[in-house]
């Protein structure tokens, strides 16, 4: 009977995936600055692998991994969505681009990724959400913060301003807040710069 669960559940999973591909028209960033443009297809996002399928004006598709290109921008819903290529702990990936501020950028995973889920008769791949930030600061390379350990990581980042670590996981500046506490953040940087 939990087979038949699980394989119900497989099979839900599945089609909600399948009703959640994408085709948006967009373009892909070559490391010379070219921007080719075409459609974007889908974002493939794993543990062990990122990559983005690219359908180019004249029907040709391909696949890129994130050091062959620069990034990808994409339109959803009247919004440009954008993705740079980053190297994290010696993986190539895509991150979306959350907020950019003068003193650091917020990065996002894509919003599904490919787990390996185990079950009764073995292992299969679902996809499930996600909700992975990186912080950049200037000059450093990007740093993940974890649901579990964001105020501790947070707090070491943010010594310099008190009064923002004081507020870490009250309302408002939980995990799920992570743009706005970054946004915060930038803020207080640009004021303590001019008031120097």
């Avoid at 990122?50 to 359908?55: I, K």
């Avoid at 740079?84 to 917020?106: A, C, P, T």
């Avoid at 599904?112 to 000059?139: A, C, F, N, T």
Wanted: with cysteine; net charge positive; aromatic share 14%.
């Amino acid at each position: 009977m939990k087979q038949v669960y699980t394989s119900l559940l497989f099979l839900f999973c599945s089609c909600f995936v399948t009703l959640e591909a994408m085709d948006h028209k967009g373009f892909v960033v070559t490391h010379d600055g070219k921007e080719i443009s075409g459609r974007i297809t889908n974002i493939y996002y794993s543990d062990w692998r990122s990559e983005v399928t690219f359908v180019n004006e004249m029907g040709r598709s391909y696949q890129y991994h994130p050091a062959t290109i620069k990034g990808f921008v994409y339109e959803h819903r009247g919004e440009q969505v954008r993705y740079v290529s980053k190297v994290h702990r010696g993986r190539w990936l895509f991150m979306r681009v959350l907020y950019v501020g003068e003193q650091v950028v917020l990065y996002r995973s894509p919003e599904r990724k490919r787990q390996m889920v185990r079950q009764i008769s073995g292992y299969s791949e679902m996809d499930l959400l996600s909700h992975e930030y990186w912080v950049e600061m200037p000059r450093k390379r990007p740093f993940q913060i974890y649901p579990l350990t964001y105020k501790k990581t947070l707090r070491q980042k943010f010594s310099r301003h008190p009064e923002l670590v004081a507020k870490l996981g009250s309302p408002g500046y939980r995990y799920r807040d992570m743009a706005e506490i970054i946004r915060e953040y930038d803020e207080l940087q640009k004021s303590n710069r001019s008031s120097l």
